[in-house]
């Protein structure tokens, strides 16, 4: 399953083109706070595929019946570019634990790279529902591997990728060496560059958010 936010008109089409927005991305804050945002926007769909408990709730005057998460998701991320993503995340599933990856592209000079991951950092996840959250879904390498690792220690009950952008060629990726997970982006680019940036995208997620690395 595949959920493509813009594909509506919203409110969210406004946070998305400010990302976009070549002077709007001068203000890292507001840069951030729109990421924020859009996972808090795409936290509240990914809830409402999850498990309900009936749960009684005493109120000064009676008890009322509500819905409650029967069980909360874990919120996965790539540092460091999907650190602004995924607390929109965490502020809706305030509940939850998180799991953070790091993981680096090593270049070969052809212009080819494998991705390395060099450490997890995660709760015990089994039998676990893992909303995995990047910025940007580009070859889908970095996602898929990090993913990978997971599943190999643990069996999880549900995955979720979720991303701000992703690239036609990234979610191709995804759902062919992830095919039980269940995609959740705000718009999808068709193009890539050499270097493998989405077109038109929006840049750097990680050098607009945090400032440029050397």
């Not at 690792?149 to 990726?173: C, D, F, P, R």
């Amino acid at each position: 399953m595949i959920f493509i936010l813009n594909k509506t008109d919203t409110i969210a089409n406004q946070f998305l083109a400010e990302l976009r927005d070549v002077n709007a991305q001068q203000d890292k804050f507001r840069f951030r706070k729109n990421q924020e945002r859009l996972g808090e926007i795409l936290a509240y769909e990914i809830s409402k595929t999850l498990k309900y408990d009936m749960t009684d709730v005493q109120t000064p005057l009676g008890i009322a019946n509500v819905n409650l998460p029967a069980d909360q998701p874990v919120i996965a991320t790539i540092l460091r570019a999907g650190l602004p993503f995924h607390q929109g995340f965490i502020n809706f599933f305030d509940r939850s634990a998180s799991t953070f990856a790091t993981a680096c592209r090593n270049v070969k000079k052809s212009g080819a790279f494998t991705i390395q991951v060099d450490h997890i950092s995660t709760p015990n996840l089994e039998g676990k529902t893992l909303i995995m959250c990047d910025t940007m879904l580009a070859t889908g390498q970095s996602v898929v591997c990090v993913c990978k690792e997971i599943m190999a220690q643990y069996n999880l009950k549900a995955l979720h990728i979720a991303a701000v952008i992703s690239s036609t060629e990234g979610i191709a990726h995804v759902r062919a060496n992830l095919p039980k997970a269940q995609i959740w982006t705000c718009a999808v680019d068709d193009e890539m560059t050499s270097k493998a940036y989405i077109v038109p995208g929006l840049g750097d997620a990680g050098d607009l958010a945090f400032g440029e690395k050397v």
